[in-house]
C-alpha cells in the first residue's frame, strides 16, 4: 500500500511503544502512535492523558487533550494533580513513557516549546510547557515527535522549555532529576536515538527513499550516521490499523 | 457570604460585583473544554482592564479575554486550544507585540500552585523543572515583583533536600503559592447555596476555586439540595466555597461541557480565521460580545442547527459522529 | 505486577506474599470504619512480626496488629476507637509497657506524609505543630534514624518562609513522605484488575495506596470492569496502582462499611473488655484469630443474627436505630 | 427541668458557638453541643468532620467522626486532606470554630492529649492529636472540654499537643502561627476564659449551685475569679431540643 510521511510517523512512533508500557501522550499524532499500539505491537499498553483520563476508550479521536472523548470508558476521571502525581510517583512514573513534541531540539533531546528569540520580547511565541517540563522531567523514557527542519534541530535552543539529557552523561543527575530521558526522536525523515555515554543523538534510520546526506541538510549540527539503516515501511496490517481504528475520518493524518 | 444563603445571582450582577479592573483572575476549564465562557465574553462585555490571569492550560477562554483586551499580566503553563491552535492566537499576538507580559510555568507547577493557594500554605515542592529556563528565565523581574506586594519576591526557588536523599531527590523546586481574587467556573449542576457538581474530568477547578478569595460558578442546571445531596460523593465543591452561582445553559459554548454539548469545531475554526487578521477580529468582538446583550442573545447569532448539532450523547458525553474536520 | 493483569488472590495468599516480617505496612480506614479487618486478622494468623506500622487514626485495625504481637514501630496521629475506646486498649498496654516505639504526628501531618508519597516529593510544609511538642520531641532518636535507611533523619523539620511573608506565613513544618512496602484497604467494590470505587467518605485511603510499593485491596464486591467504567469519576483507584484484589464480603467487619453494614458495637465493647485482662486477651486470640481458618470462619463464630442487625439501610448507608449502648 | 452537668456542659458550650461559624467537632459531647447550637442559637451554624463530612443531616448521634453517620446528605464527601486544607485555607479557615477535649490543660490554654511522663517512656498513654493539634494551630476560636480536675489543670504539660495561647502575648506569632486561640473552657462546674492582654485563662463563671473554691479546690494553679458569675442553667427549651433532637437513645448523655 501507499503511504503518507504522517503515516510512516505514527508507525514508527507505535513500534517504540513496549508492551505494558503507560503512555503518556499529547494531541495529534502522538496520539494516534499511542492508539496504533495498542491495537498492534502493544496491546498491554495504557493511553493516558495529563487531564487526568486513564485508559479511555477512545472510540473517536480526540482533538485535545481535554476532548470529552478521551472520557468515555475510563478507568478513573483524576484530576490534573492526580495524572503528574501519577508520573512523579516512585512506583507508577518508571512504568511511563512520554510522547512529547516541541519547536526546537538540541543534540541532547532537550526541547524548546515555549518562544524564539529574546524572553522578554520574543519573536515568536509558542503555547509553552503544557505538561511536557513535567513529563520530561519525571519519567524513564521519552519519544519525541519533530520536523525535520534546520531551523527546528539547532545546537543550541532559545529556551529550554523541556529536560532532555541537558548536557550529557551526568547532567540530570547534577540538576536534581531523576534518571531516564529521550529514547528516540522521530521525524518526517527519519530516526535518531541517543548514546549511552554521550547522551547526544545519532541518526539510527532514514525512512524509505529518504537519503542521509538530505537529514543531515535539514538539521543545523552534525550527527553520527554510521548506524543508520533504512527503516521497514509501514505494513499493511499497521496501515490498516492506523487508517481504520484510529483516524478513519482522517482527522489528523491529514 | 460563603455561607448557606442564596446565591443566585445575574451574570451581569455577578461580573460587575467580583471581577474589578486590575483583579487577579483564574478560570476553570481546559483548552477547548469547560471553559466559563458566557463570564469570559461578560467580561470583555464590561470592557474590564488590566487583569492579572492565571491559568494552566485554559486555551480559548484566556485567548479571548486576551484578545478583548482585558488582560495585562498572565501566568501560565500552555496557550494554545490543541488542533483548533496549537498556539492561541491573539495570546501570540499579544506577547509578540510585548502588550501582554507572561510568566511561564509548567502544567503541574500551576497546578500545585493553585493546590498551594487552596491549603493555605505559601508553596508546593515538585521535582520538574530542574536544568530548565523554566527555573531560570522570569517573566516578571525582580523589580517589579517587589513593587508589587500581590506577587511573591521569586517566581519560584530551588532548594537542596532538606531530607537528605529521602525519595531519591537532592533537589526540590518550591513554586509560590496563588490566592486569586476571583475564580470563574462552569459545572453541570449547583444549587441555590453553590454546592457544586462536575461531571467528567475535573481538571484544576476544584484547586482554583478553593484557592480564591470570591468563587463565581455558571452552572447548566441549578438543581435542588436534595439531588446533590443524596449522592454527596459525585459533588465536588461544598457551598462554603462558592459566592455566585449563575444557572447558564450552553454557559461553556462554545468549548464542551460533558453531557450536554461537545466543543463547536465551526466556531473554534471561524474564531481561529477572526483571531488572524486585526479588522475581522474588531469585527467578530462587535457582532459577537459587543453586539449581544447577554450569553442567549449571543447563542441566538449561531447558525440555525449548529447548536443540535454538538449536543451530547447522553451515554457517551460528546456528538457522536460530529464532522470536526 | 501493576498492570491490567487478573489480581485476584486469595488473602491469605496475599498476605503470605507481600506482607513480610519487618515490612513497612499502612492500613486504611478510620477508627471504626473501613478498616480493612480480614487483612489485619489474617496478619495475626500468619503471625508476621517486627511490622513498622503507619496510620493516622486507625483505631481498630492497629489496636488489634497491636495486640496481636505484630507491630514493633508505630507512627501515629491517633490511636482511638471512638466511645469504643477514647485510647485503644492494647495499644496504651503496648506503650506504657515499653513494647512499642511510637512516634507522634497530628492527623494532617500524617495524611500529607501519604500525599508527599504518593506524588513522589520528598516532603510536604504545613503549618500545624508549629510551637509544639510534636516538633519538639522525637519518639525515634537521630542515632535510630540514621541507623535505618528506611527512615528519614529527621522526624520533621522547621524552616523559614522561603517566600518571605507570602501566604501570611513566616515558619513551615515539613513532614516526610511515608512510602509504605504495602498499603491494605477494603473497598465496597473492584473489579479483577483492581479498578476500585469507595462509596462514602475515602479518608486517606486513596494518598495511603499511591504512596505504596504494593496495594492490597478486599472488597466487598468483585464487579465487572464494565460497571465501574461505565461511571470512571465514581472510582477512587486505577488498576494501575493495585497488586492484588480479595473478594471478602464483611472484610471490614467488626468495622463499618458505608452501605453495606454499620460497625458492630456489642464485638467492640466485648473487645474491649478482653482487651483490658491479658488472659482474656489470649482468649480472644485463640479464639477468634488463631482457632479460626480464615474470615468467614471468624464471621461464623457471631451470635446468630448479629450480623443482620447490623446490616446498612440502602438509604442511609448504616443500621438505622441499632442499640449501640 | 433537673439536668444533669453533661447537659448542662453541653447547653453551655452550645451558646458559645455563634450563628454562621463553621464548627469543628470531634465525638462525644462535642458533638452533641454543635448539634444543639444549630437547634437552638445558631441555625446557621454548619457542623464539619475532620474525616470530610460537610454539613451531614445526623439524623441519629454518630460515635466518632468516622461513623457513617456522618455521611448521611452531606454537602460532599471530601477526605481527610480536603478538611484539614479547609481549615488551613486563608478564607474559609477563619470561620471555623473548632471543639477540643484533652487530659490536660495549662493557663494559657495549651492541650495535652498525647501522654504523661516521659515522651520516651510514658506513665500514661493517651491516644495522641489526631486533628486537634491542626484545628489549634490554623482557626481563629477554640472551645475546649475539660474535666475540672487538679491533676487535669496544670500549671505545666507533660507533653504539648495543641497549641493554645503558648506562652501569652506574640507567642502564638513568634511560633510562626496564625492569629486566634481558645475562647472558652467548659468544665463540669464553670467555664473560663482568656485575658486579651496576657492570654491566661480566668474564671468567667460557675454553674448553678457551684462555688468559685470548689473550682479553685480542683485546680492546680491560680486564675482571676473577680469576673465570675453565675450561669444560668439550662432552660426548658435548651434541654428538650438536647435530650429529644440530639441524642434521645442518651448514648452520650448517659
Same mark, same amino acid.
Given at each position: 500500500m501507499t503511504y503518507t510521511l504522517r503515516e510512516m510517523m505514527a508507525v514508527a512512533a507505535a513500534r517504540e511503544i513496549r508492551d505494558g508500557e503507560i503512555v503518556f501522550c499529547g494531541t495529534g499524532i502522538s496520539m494516534l502512535a499511542a492508539m496504533a499500539a495498542k491495537h498492534i505491537s502493544a496491546p498491554h499498553s495504557v493511553v493516558f492523558?495529563?487531564?487526568? %483520563?486513564?485508559? %479511555?476508550?477512545?472510540?473517536?479521536?480526540?482533538?485535545?487533550? %481535554?476532548?470529552?472523548?478521551?472520557m468515555l470508558g475510563a478507568a478513573m476521571h483524576g484530576s490534573l494533580a492526580d495524572a503528574f502525581a501519577f508520573m512523579q510517583n516512585r512506583f507508577t512514573g518508571r512504568k511511563v513513557?512520554?510522547?512529547?513534541? *516541541? %519547536?526546537?531540539?538540541?543534540?541532547?533531546?532537550?526541547?524548546?516549546?515555549?518562544?524564539?528569540?529574546?524572553?522578554? *520580547?520574543?519573536?515568536?511565541r509558542f503555547p509553552g510547557s503544557g505538561g511536557a517540563c513535567d513529563v520530561g522531567s519525571f519519567v524513564r523514557r521519552t519519544i519525541i515527535f519533530m520536523k525535520q527542519d534546520k531551523r527546528k534541530f539547532v545546537p543550541k535552543l532559545d529556551y529550554l522549555t523541556c529536560p532532555g539529557w541537558l548536557d550529557g552523561p551526568g547532567g540530570r543527575q547534577a540538576a536534581g532529576l531523576g534518571p531516564g530521558g529521550p529514547a528516540a526522536v522521530v521525524t518526517d525523515m527519519g530516526i535518531f536515538r541517543f548514546e549511552e555515554d554521550t547522551g547526544r543523538m545519532y541518526l539510527a534510520g532514514c525512512f524509505e527513499g529518504i537519503s542521509v546526506r538530505s537529514i543531515l541538510d535539514a538539521m543545523a549540527f552534525a550527527v553520527d550516521v554510521s548506524r543508520s539503516r533504512e527503516i521497514a515501511p509501514p505494513s499493511d496490517f499497521e496501515l490498516t490499523i492506523l487508517r481504520q481504528r484510529c483516524d478513519p475520518q482522517r482527522l489528523i493524518l491529514e | 457570604m460563603k455561607g448557606n444563603a442564596d446565591k443566585i445571582m445575574s451574570l451581569e450582577a $455577578?461580573?460587575?460585583?467580583?471581577?474589578?479592573?486590575?483583579?487577579?483572575?483564574?478560570?476553570?476549564?481546559?483548552?477547548?473544554?469547560?471553559?466559563?465562557?458566557?463570564?469570559?465574553?461578560?467580561?470583555i462585555r464590561q470592557k474590564k482592564r488590566g487583569l492579572h490571569v492565571y491559568a494552566h492550560s485554559n486555551g480559548q477562554g484566556v485567548d479571548e479575554l486576551i484578545g478583548g483586551g482585558c488582560v495585562e499580566r498572565l501566568e501560565i503553563a500552555y496557550g494554545g486550544s490543541g488542533r483548533f491552535a496549537p498556539t492561541c492566537i491573539r495570546f501570540r499576538r499579544a506577547v509578540e507585540s510585548g502588550k501582554l507580559a507572561v510568566e511561564d510555568y509548567s502544567n503541574y507547577q500551576m497546578v500545585l500552585r493553585f493546590a498551594a493557594g487552596a491549603m493555605g500554605v505559601p508553596f508546593l515542592p515538585v521535582r520538574s523543572g530542574l536544568g530548565t529556563d523554566i527555573v531560570v528565565k522570569w517573566g516578571f523581574g525582580p523589580e517589579m515583583r517587589q513593587a508589587d506586594p500581590r506577587l511573591p519576591d521569586q517566581k519560584l526557588c530551588?532548594?537542596?533536600? @532538606?531530607?537528605?536523599?529521602?525519595?531519591?531527590?537532592?533537589?526540590?523546586?518550591?513554586?509560590?503559592?496563588?490566592n486569586p481574587d476571583v475564580t470563574l467556573l462552569h459545572a453541570q449542576f449547583a444549587d441555590r447555596s453553590?454546592?457544586?457538581?462536575?461531571?467528567?474530568?475535573?481538571?484544576?477547578?476544584?484547586?482554583? $476555586? =478553593? $484557592?480564591?478569595?470570591?468563587?463565581?460558578?455558571?452552572?447548566?442546571?441549578?438543581? /435542588?439540595?436534595?439531588?446533590?445531596?443524596?449522592?454527596?460523593?459525585?459533588?465536588?465543591?461544598?457551598?462554603?466555597?462558592?459566592?455566585?452561582?449563575?444557572?447558564?445553559?450552553?454557559?461553556?459554548? @462554545?468549548?464542551?461541557?460533558? +453531557?450536554?454539548?461537545?466543543? /463547536? @469545531?465551526?466556531?473554534?475554526?471561524?474564531?481561529?480565521? &477572526?483571531?488572524?487578521?486585526?479588522?475581522?477580529?474588531?469585527?467578530?468582538?462587535?457582532?459577537?460580545?459587543?453586539?449581544?446583550?447577554?450569553?442567549? $442573545? &449571543?447563542? /441566538?447569532?449561531?447558525?440555525?442547527?449548529?447548536?443540535?448539532?454538538? =449536543?451530547?450523547?447522553?451515554? =457517551? +458525553?460528546?456528538?457522536?459522529?460530529? /464532522?470536526?474536520?
Open positions: 492523558f495529563e487531564t487526568g %483520563a486513564i485508559d %479511555a476508550r477512545l472510540e473517536e479521536v480526540p482533538l485535545a487533550v %481535554a476532548d470529552p472523548r478521551v513513557v512520554g510522547i512529547l513534541g *516541541a %519547536a526546537q531540539i538540541d543534540p541532547f533531546g532537550n526541547l524548546n516549546s515555549t518562544m524564539i528569540g529574546d524572553y522578554t *520580547a520574543p519573536e515568536v | $455577578a461580573v460587575r460585583r467580583f471581577v474589578t479592573d486590575g483583579c487577579h483572575l483564574s478560570i476553570g476549564g481546559f483548552t477547548v473544554n469547560r471553559n466559563p465562557m458566557a463570564a469570559v465574553y461578560e467580561i530551588v532548594i537542596d533536600n @532538606p531530607f537528605g536523599q529521602w525519595a531519591q531527590a537532592s533537589k526540590l523546586v518550591l513554586v509560590p503559592a496563588v453553590g454546592t457544586v457538581r462536575i461531571n467528567g474530568l475535573p481538571f484544576a477547578d476544584v484547586e482554583q $476555586a =478553593k $484557592a480564591a478569595r470570591r468563587v463565581i460558578v455558571t452552572c447548566e442546571e441549578l438543581v /435542588d439540595e436534595a439531588y446533590l445531596r443524596d449522592n454527596p460523593g459525585a459533588n465536588q465543591l461544598p457551598f462554603l466555597c462558592v459566592d455566585a452561582v449563575v444557572p447558564l445553559p450552553m454557559g461553556a459554548y @462554545p468549548t464542551a461541557c460533558y +453531557g450536554f454539548y461537545d466543543y /463547536d @469545531p465551526d466556531y473554534l475554526k471561524a474564531y481561529r480565521g &477572526f483571531a488572524r487578521d486585526e479588522t475581522a477580529y474588531q469585527g467578530y468582538l462587535d457582532r459577537f460580545v459587543f453586539g449581544v446583550a447577554d450569553h442567549q $442573545a &449571543f447563542l /441566538d447569532l449561531q447558525e440555525a442547527g449548529q447548536l443540535d448539532r454538538i =449536543k451530547a450523547d447522553p451515554v =457517551k +458525553g460528546y456528538a457522536v459522529g460530529l /464532522d470536526r474536520k
